[in-house]
């Protein structure tokens, strides 16, 4: 997808990592964790990200900012975006992996509130592994994500800056999903056939509160009646 829009470029490893994280489902305990990490790929949505363009790239050095504006219309369910890199190799045995540190802050431009990436707790010991995401600075991982449920509607700015740079400049990806609530139909679609005598899967995605209820119904076509799905 992004080769056919770019005129046969291939996109960056960052590029197709923070796509990636940025259309995973959301599993387990609310956002990233050491169970299943930032969810279930969704491949469809990887591509949806792709073919719309919803994705910035660029770089920075020691101290410098790099920043990105948002739109979020209202009635949204999510802001999400993850920022990634390709960080270069540690010295062998170096007390710490991380390179070159970027960080991420979104900042709603009309109130100037701001929110950090999610971070866990890196205490070798099970009940810490298990403690909810929390925000705060991440100076460990090349992959930080911050998501905010129920944006405002209003102007957003990622701002992306080098925190610690020492090796010259360090380019970046990051990508954006803004999520409106309600229902979407996945599969099958108009162009798909649903086989006789076999087991078809139906899917759907929901953005909104967990606890809502709904009701699967079908009507053959040239039927008048709908039926439920039991």
């Not at 948002?70 to 010295?91: M, Y």
């Amino acid at each position: 997808a992004h080769r056919d829009q770019h005129t046969g470029a291939l996109p960056s490893a960052a590029l197709v990592k923070a796509v990636l994280l940025n259309s995973a489902d959301d599993l387990g305990r609310p956002e990233v964790d050491f169970v299943s990490g930032f969810g279930q790929a969704d491949a469809l949505g990887a591509l949806q990200t792709m073919r719309d363009g919803r994705f910035f790239g660029a770089a920075v050095a020691q101290g410098a900012s790099q920043v990105f504006t948002l739109t979020v219309p209202a009635g949204q369910q999510q802001l999400k975006a993850p920022l990634t890199w390709a960080d270069p190799e540690a010295a062998a045995n170096a007390a710490h992996a991380l390179v070159n540190d970027l960080d991420l802050e979104l900042v709603a431009v009309g109130t100037g509130q701001r929110w950090l990436p999610w971070g866990l707790s890196t205490a070798p010991n099970a009940d810490s592994l298990a403690l909810p995401a929390r925000r705060r600075s991440d100076h460990i991982n090349n992959v930080e994500q911050i998501t905010l449920a129920l944006p405002a509607p209003g102007t957003y700015e990622l701002r992306v800056r080098g925190y610690a740079v020492p090796q010259g400049v360090q380019a970046f990806s990051l990508a954006y999903e803004i999520t409106a609530s309600g229902l979407t139909w996945v599969s099958p679609t108009r162009a798909d056939n649903l086989k006789p005598d076999a087991d078809n899967t139906l899917r759907w995605q929901w953005r909104g509160p967990a606890s809502t209820t709904a009701r699967l119904e079908y009507r053959p076509v040239g039927r008048p009646q709908w039926r439920v799905l039991n």
